[in-house]
Nanobody, 119 residues
Framework: QLQLVESGGGLVHSGGSLRLACAASGNNFDYYAITWFRQGRGESREGVACIDSRNGAAHYADSVKGRFTISRDNAKSSVFLQMNSLEAEDTSIYYC????????????WGEGTLVTVSP
């Protein structure tokens, strides 16, 4: 079982940067792929980036490719999302979630952290 806690959200101007963190507690964190999802008000949930457990391969949605970077530190049971060149359209609640492989249904979710990008 994993518990996930996101942090690092906040208010930033368009063009700015934020770094989100997903801290895990529990067993076998390094067995799980971790995905960052986001959901804006009135919008459907979108997977924006995922990092594999074994080889650390990263996968990105087209909407964030070239602007966001996902990374993990298994020694610290943490995953990070560096977000650069933020746009108003990136305003959402960001969640991290754990699954066996990228693309599979998530087994564990965090509570989310709010990112607001002002125009």
């Amino acid at each position: 079982q994993l518990q996930l806690v996101e942090s690092g959200g906040g208010l930033v101007h368009s063009g700015g940067s934020l770094r989100l963190a997903c801290a895990a507690s529990g067993n076998n964190f390094d067995y799980y792929a971790i995905t960052w999802f986001r959901q804006g008000r009135g919008e459907s949930r979108e997977g924006v980036a995922c990092i594999d457990s074994r080889n650390g391969a990263a996968h990105y949605a087209d909407s964030v490719k070239g602007r966001f970077t996902i990374s993990r530190d298994n020694a610290k049971s943490s995953v990070f999302l560096q977000m650069n060149s933020l746009e108003a359209e990136d305003t959402s609640i960001y969640y991290c979630a754990a699954s066996w492989v990228c693309g599979n249904s998530a087994q564990y979710w965090g509570e989310g952290t709010l990112v607001t990008v002002s125009p």
